[in-house]
């Protein structure tokens, strides 16, 4: 289930604005059931005079199908749109975070061999992380 995958991405700052761009690209390959292309869009805006970080991203995964049931791996149900939308809370070492993912991908389309189910649909997920 071994598969190569190549990526790039390039930052851009401004005042408390942060912005990313990125590309994670699969060549075809048997394990992946062909190619897969992620293109990403990732912003992250300081709240001025607050603690607080507003954080958004948004991502699209497509490719070509070589192997329908390998595909599923990393595109269950074909090409897809992901987005999440959160906010982090800094305070000295410690970030505190909650943030909603959308995959995309419906959980009737993530059933297969291949296919971990638990990760398609929407949630809310929450962190905590320490800094050293």
């Not at 390959?29 to 990732?42: F, K, P, R, Y």
């Not at 070492?93 to 398609?120: C, E, K």
Request: proline share 5%; glycine share 18%.
């Amino acid at each position: 289930m071994d598969y190569v995958e190549l990526g790039a991405t390039a930052g851009y700052g401004y005042g408390p604005v942060y912005a990313t761009l990125g590309v994670a690209v699969a060549p075809s390959q048997d394990a992946i059931g062909g190619s897969n292309v992620h293109l990403h869009a990732d912003a992250n805006a300081g709240i001025p005079g607050t603690p607080f970080t507003l954080l958004a991203g948004l991502g699209h995964s497509s490719g070509g199908i070589i192997g329908p049931r390998r595909a599923q791996r990393l595109r269950p149900g074909g090409s897809y749109l992901d987005w999440r939308l959160g906010v982090e809370h800094r305070r000295d070492r410690l970030t505190f975070g909650i943030a909603y993912f959308s995959s995309g991908v419906a959980p009737a389309d993530a059933i297969g061999r291949f296919v971990d189910g638990r990760n398609a649909g929407d949630r809310l997920v929450g962190r905590a992380q320490l800094s050293f």
